[in-house]
C-alpha cells in the first residue's frame, strides 16, 4: 500500500502522534501504516496505557489515537486527561468492542473519528490526515483569531492614545484659544487705551483717567496714580479715584521725605509692591500709612525705558482678599502704556506752566504801569474761587477761571500810559482804546492752545448778562460761565479800589450795586454766590496786596 494509492494528503503539519493500544501488535500495526501515509510524522507507540497516561500529560502530541477499551486506564480517560493538559490535542478512537454509550462519550469529548478494527488502513490514514489537516486549519484559525486579537487590542491601545492625545490636543486647543481671544482682547483694548490717552493733554486729566482705568480692571477701594520726580527724589503729583463711587478722582499730595516709602521704592527698582497690610509694612512711610490708614496695598511702577515715571497704587481695605498675579499683569499692562503720555501731559505741563509764568509777570508788570491796578488780579482771583465753587464750576474750568483772573487785563499792554494815567473821566477816544483790551488779551493767548478756553474768558470778561457789554455784545449764557464769574470778581475789585476818575466806595455799597445790576450786567446766581460770601472774607481780601 502506497500513500499516493491511499490518496493522502501531505499536512504542513509536523505532527507528533502517539499510538496507544494494550496489544502491542496493533499498536505496531497502525505506526508503520501511518509511517508509511506520511514520514515526516513522528509516530510513537504506547501499550502500557499508565505509561501512556503520563506521556500524554507530560509530552507535546498533536495526536493520540488510542484504543478505548483498555486494563487500568480506558480510552475515553486517557482522552480526557490528555485533552485537560493540552487542549489543540487531536483524538482519534479505534476499538473493536465499542458501545453507543463509549461512542457518545467520545464525541462529547472531542473525538474526531471512530475507526473500527479489524482496520481498513487506507480508511486509518485518511482519518488521521483528516484530522491533522483539520488540526492544522484549526491551528491556523487559532493563530489568525490570536492575531487579530493582539491587532485589535493593540488598534484598541492606539485608539485610546489617540483619543487621549486629542482630548489633551483639544483641551489645549480651547486653552489656546481663550488666550488668544484675552491677548487679542487685552491688545485690543490696550492699543485703545494706549491711543486715547495721548490725546489728553491736561496732566490732571490725564492721570484721573489713568487711575479710572486701574480701578476699573482690578477691584480695589482707591486706585492712585503717583508721578515721581526724579529731580527731587520725591513722589510728586497724584490723583486718586474711588471706582465704587461716583465721585470724580480728585488730586491729592503726599509730602514723603526724599528716596522714602514704598512709592519711591517702587518707583526706584521697577519692581512691583505688594503690602498685605499696612500697618505691620516696614516698607510704608509714616505719611503713607497716615494717607491710606489700614489694609493692603498694590504699588505698580509706571516704567519708561530704564526708569519709572510713577506708579500705581490699589487700595483694600483689610477684610478684602490679597492682590493676585492676575492683578498686577492687568495693572502692568496699563500702566506699560501709560508712561508716554503722561510724560507727553508732564511736558506740556510744564511748557505751560513756564509760559504762564511768563505772562503772569507781564500781567503783574502792567500792573504795575498802572498804580491803581497794582494787586487787582490777584484780589480778583481770591474773589472768583469761592464764587466759581459756589456756582459748581468743573475742575477744568476752575482752572481756567485760575489762569484767566491773573491775565484778563493783560491787553493793557498795548494802551498807552496816558490814556489811563490821569485823573477824571475818560475821553471818548480813551474809552474806545481801554474798551480793547479784553479781544487783544485774548488774541495775545490765541496762540497758545493748551490755554484752551483761557481766552474766550479774557474776551468775555466785560460782556453785559443782558447783551449790553463789550466787545462782542453776548448775553446769558452765551457768556461762558467762567467769564460771568469772572466779570463779577472783576467789577466788585473795581468798585472797591481807588480809580483816576473816582474813589473808592464801600463793601456794601458795592454789593448792593452789583445786587442791582444782577440780571443786567451780572448773571444773578454768580450775584447771589457774592453776596452770600462772609464780610471778612470780603474785607480780608479788600485789603490785600494793596
Ligand atoms: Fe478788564
Same mark, same amino acid.
Request: charged fraction near 20%.
Given at each position: 500500500m502506497s500513500p499516493s494509492s491511499a490518496e493522502v494528503v501531505r499536512t504542513e503539519f509536523e505532527a507528533r502522534i502517539l499510538v496507544v493500544d494494550d496489544e502491542p501488535d496493533v499498536a505496531l500495526l497502525v505506526s508503520e501504516t501511518l509511517r508509511e501515509a506520511d514520514p515526516s510524522w513522528q509516530i510513537e507507540t504506547e501499550s502500557d496505557p499508565e505509561r501512556a497516561l503520563a506521556r500524554v500529560t507530560g509530552e507535546p502530541f498533536d495526536c493520540l489515537i488510542t484504543d478505548l477499551v483498555m486494563p487500568q486506564v480506558g480510552g475515553l480517560s486517557l482522552a480526557e486527561k490528555a485533552k485537560a493538559a493540552n487542549e489543540d490535542i487531536a483524538l482519534i478512537a479505534i476499538s473493536g468492542r465499542g458501545t453507543l454509550e463509549s461512542t457518545i462519550e467520545a464525541l462529547r469529548l472531542g473525538f474526531t473519528d471512530y475507526i473500527e478494527k479489524p482496520f481498513d488502513l487506507e480508511g486509518l490514514q485518511r482519518a488521521v490526515c483528516r484530522t491533522l489537516r483539520r488540526q492544522v486549519r484549526d491551528q491556523r484559525l487559532k493563530n489568525r483569531f490570536a492575531e487579530l486579537a493582539q491587532t485589535k487590542a493593540r488598534m484598541e491601545a492606539e485608539q485610546t492614545q489617540i483619543s487621549q492625545k486629542l482630548e489633551i490636543a483639544s483641551h489645549d486647543l480651547v486653552r489656546s484659544n481663550r488666550r488668544m481671544a484675552r491677548q487679542m482682547e487685552g491688545l485690543a483694548t490696550t492699543a485703545d487705551v494706549a491711543r486715547s490717552l495721548m490725546g489728553i493733554l491736561e496732566l490732571e486729566d490725564l492721570l484721573g483717567l489713568c487711575a479710572e482705568l486701574v480701578g476699573d480692571r482690578v477691584s480695589c477701594q482707591t486706585s492712585t496714580i503717583a508721578l515721581y520726580e526724579a529731580d527731587d527724589g520725591a513722589v510728586g503729583l497724584m490723583v486718586r479715584a474711588h471706582p465704587d463711587s461716583e465721585e470724580s478722582p480728585t488730586l491729592c !499730595?503726599?509730602?514723603?521725605?526724599?528716596? /522714602?516709602?514704598?512709592?519711591?521704592?517702587?518707583?526706584? /527698582?521697577?519692581?512691583?509692591?505688594?503690602?498685605?497690610?499696612?500697618?505691620?509694612?516696614?516698607?510704608?512711610?509714616?505719611?503713607?500709612?497716615?494717607? !491710606?490708614?489700614?489694609?493692603?496695598?498694590?504699588?505698580? @511702577?509706571? @516704567?519708561?525705558?530704564?526708569?519709572?515715571?510713577?506708579?500705581?497704587?490699589?487700595?483694600?481695605? @483689610?477684610?478684602?482678599?490679597?492682590?493676585?498675579?492676575?492683578?498686577?499683569?492687568?495693572?502692568?499692562?496699563?500702566?506699560?502704556?501709560?508712561?508716554?503720555?503722561?510724560? /507727553?501731559?508732564?511736558?506740556?505741563?510744564?511748557?505751560?506752566?513756564?509760559?504762564?509764568? /511768563?505772562?503772569?509777570?507781564?500781567?503783574?508788570?502792567?500792573?504795575?504801569?498802572?498804580?491803581?491796578?497794582?494787586?487787582?488780579?490777584?484780589?480778583?482771583?481770591?474773589y472768583a474761587q469761592p464764587l466759581g465753587q459756589a456756582v459748581g464750576l468743573s475742575q477744568s474750568e476752575t482752572g481756567a477761571l485760575q489762569i484767566a483772573a491773573r491775565l484778563h487785563d493783560i491787553g493793557y499792554v498795548v494802551i498807552p500810559h496816558t490814556a489811563i494815567n490821569h485823573s477824571g473821566p475818560l475821553s471818548d477816544d480813551q474809552w474806545e482804546v481801554v474798551r480793547r483790551h479784553p479781544a487783544v488779551g485774548a488774541d495775545f493767548l490765541k496762540p497758545l492752545e493748551f490755554f484752551g478756553e483761557v481766552g474766550d474768558v479774557i474776551r468775555a470778561h466785560h460782556e453785559s448778562y443782558d447783551g449790553t457789554g463789550y466787545p462782542d455784545q453776548k448775553a446769558g449764557e452765551e457768556i461762558p460761565l467762567v467769564a460771568r464769574v469772572l466779570t463779577v470778581a472783576d467789577a466788585f475789585d473795581g468798585m472797591t479800589s481807588h480809580r483816576p476818575f473816582r474813589g473808592a466806595i464801600s463793601r456794601d455799597d458795592a454789593l448792593e450795586q452789583i445786587r442791582k445790576l444782577a440780571g443786567q450786567q451780572f448773571d444773578p446766581q454768580v450775584v447771589e454766590a457774592l453776596v452770600g460770601l462772609p464780610a471778612e472774607t470780603l474785607d480780608e481780601i479788600a485789603d490785600s496786596w494793596r
Open positions: !499730595w503726599l509730602r514723603t521725605p526724599i528716596r /522714602s516709602g514704598v512709592i519711591c521704592r517702587a518707583v526706584q /527698582s521697577r519692581k512691583t509692591i505688594h503690602i498685605n497690610d499696612l500697618a505691620d509694612s516696614v516698607l510704608v512711610d509714616f505719611q503713607e500709612r497716615e494717607f !491710606w490708614q489700614t489694609g493692603k496695598l498694590l504699588v505698580v @511702577p509706571i @516704567p519708561f525705558q530704564k526708569n519709572a515715571v510713577g506708579a500705581a497704587v490699589l487700595h483694600r481695605p @483689610p477684610e478684602a482678599p490679597d492682590f493676585q498675579a492676575t492683578d498686577v499683569k492687568r495693572v502692568t499692562a496699563l500702566a506699560n502704556v501709560m508712561a508716554p503720555a503722561i510724560l /507727553s501731559a508732564k511736558v506740556h505741563h510744564r511748557q505751560r506752566c513756564q509760559v504762564y509764568a /511768563s505772562l503772569e509777570m507781564v500781567a503783574v508788570a502792567n500792573e504795575e504801569r498802572f498804580p491803581y491796578l497794582r494787586g487787582h488780579s490777584a484780589r480778583v482771583l481770591a
